[in-house]
């Protein structure tokens, strides 16, 4: 939540905060997130999965009154030993064309003029799978650089809420959630899965392809990191020098 610009990491849909004795401050705006997971479904005697999706309207911590403190998580930063996945760290590291790596960066983000994948340290975050989630999520975003499959050509409006904004982070999303599953972390991961993708959703219901557009384009992505995976890995993981990261919560900026 660092892009919308809030130091506190908390949203509450308008029940979760009518639970707690709280109300909304007069005025206060909400903001869109949206859940998907993959649906297995019965055809034909063959098993299929289809992308199910919600959204939900939720208010920061900032614009609800009445809450009693005690029932709000202190802001600290998150520090746990982190133990490296076998599966997810071979994946990573065996992708000969890769982008580079920096951990120990203020936010997860790719950036096309270097590419480069910035990411906070893997302790900041609360599990383990989660981090790799994220790293996922970002080189996802990097499989459309110019080199790789070139998306980012056709995808050039990456203004925040943009239609080629919102695609790209679908895809990027989708994506990361295929990696997860091919690691075995899904059961960990599946529920972060969201995204506050402003705009988007408003999109897909007046274009029936879009959904199904971003859903072969994550796997487009996905098939391409899978087939340039080599046997002699390259070191793509830089740790800055920098102090580590105090952020708890982490923005999913493109």
């Not at 892009?3 to 908390?10: A, H």
């Not at 709000?72 to 890769?98: G, M, R, V, Y």
């Not at 080629?164 to 895809?171: G, I, N, P, R």
């Amino acid at each position: 939540m660092l892009s919308f610009g809030f130091k506190r990491p908390y949203f509450l849909t308008f029940k979760q905060v009518q639970d707690l004795g709280g109300k909304i401050k007069k005025g206060s705006s909400s903001f869109m997130i949206v859940f998907w997971k993959m649906v297995e479904y019965e055809k034909d005697d063959e098993t299929k999965e289809i992308p199910m999706l919600r959204y939900y309207r939720v208010f920061h911590i900032d614009d609800v009154e009445g809450i009693d403190p005690d029932k709000i998580p202190e802001n600290t930063a998150h520090d746990h030993d982190f133990d490296p996945i076998a599966s997810c760290e071979q994946l990573i590291q065996f992708w000969f064309d890769s982008p580079v790596i920096k951990l120990n960066q203020k936010k997860a983000c790719y950036i096309p003029s270097s590419d480069e994948v910035h990411m906070p340290g893997a302790r900041t975050f609360f599990q383990d799978e989660e981090f790799y989630s994220t790293i996922f999520h970002e080189l996802c975003h990097s499989t459309g650089h110019r080199k790789r499959l070139n998306r980012h050509e056709r995808f050039s409006n990456l203004n925040f809420a943009s239609k080629d904004y919102s695609q790209e982070e679908l895809v990027a999303e989708m994506g990361a959630a295929y990696l997860c599953g091919i690691c075995g972390i899904e059961n960990a991961t599946i529920d972060n899965s969201a995204a506050y993708i402003q705009g988007w959703l408003n999109k897909l219901k007046s274009d029936k392809k879009f959904i199904m557009m971003a859903s072969g384009l994550a796997q487009k992505a996905v098939d391409y990191i899978l087939d340039h995976q080599d046997s002699n890995p390259k070191p793509v993981l830089k740790s800055s020098k920098k102090k580590k990261s105090k952020a708890a919560s982490l923005s999913m900026n493109f």
